[in-house]
């Protein structure tokens, strides 16, 4: 599975899939608190998903709920019934980090996605962390777990660390209908 070309990585359970994936950023414990959560999709909506392909294009997906919680949260709900929790946390204007529990109860992990918001629409960004500076990286706690992941529980501002990495491109964007 390609972790830029997975439909279901791409759309709905982008984060949830980003455990799976290669340069994950990922941590034991939940790095924000919930009651900083923001909320950026308001009460929440239906929204088409969209799968990014050859430079700006994309390829429509499926079709996603997005649920407000009552903790601050948000579930993200696709046509099968599967759900990823999420929860938001604004970096600067309109981007925010989304921190999602992937659905191991043996083991919980909490991996983080970028989303810059403008309007209806939602660009969604898989940090790689195997193509950040190392140096950096190592010098603000991020201990590379194997080739895949990149733990972040050592991380101190989060939010600064968040705001200062290198993007790549959107992996996926979300419009409400």
């Given at each position: ?30 790095k924000f608190p919930m009651e900083g959560a923001a909320a950026p ?77 403008a309007g209806n629409e939602a660009l969604v960004y898989l940090p790689d962390c195997q193509k950040q500076d190392k140096a950096r ?41």
């Open positions: 599975m390609s972790s830029r070309s997975s439909a279901f990585a791409a759309s709905f359970a982008a984060v949830a899939a980003c455990l799976l994936l290669s340069g994950c950023f990922s941590s034991e414990t939940p999709f308001g009460d929440g909506g239906r929204y088409q998903t969209y799968e990014r392909t050859d430079g700006d294009n994309y390829k429509k997906d499926e079709i996603i709920t997005v649920k407000r919680r009552t903790d601050g949260g948000y579930d993200f709900v696709n046509q099968k019934g599967e759900v990823q929790p999420i929860s938001f946390y604004r970096l600067t204007g309109e981007s925010f980090v989304g921190q999602a529990s992937s659905p191991e109860k043996e083991r919980p992990r909490y991996a983080y996605v970028i989303f810059r918001i990286m190592e010098a603000l706690g991020v201990v590379s777990i194997g080739q895949y992941e990149c733990a972040i529980d050592r991380v101190a501002d989060l939010t600064a660390f968040f705001a200062s990495l290198t993007l790549g491109e959107p992996t996926s964007k979300i419009v409400r209908e």
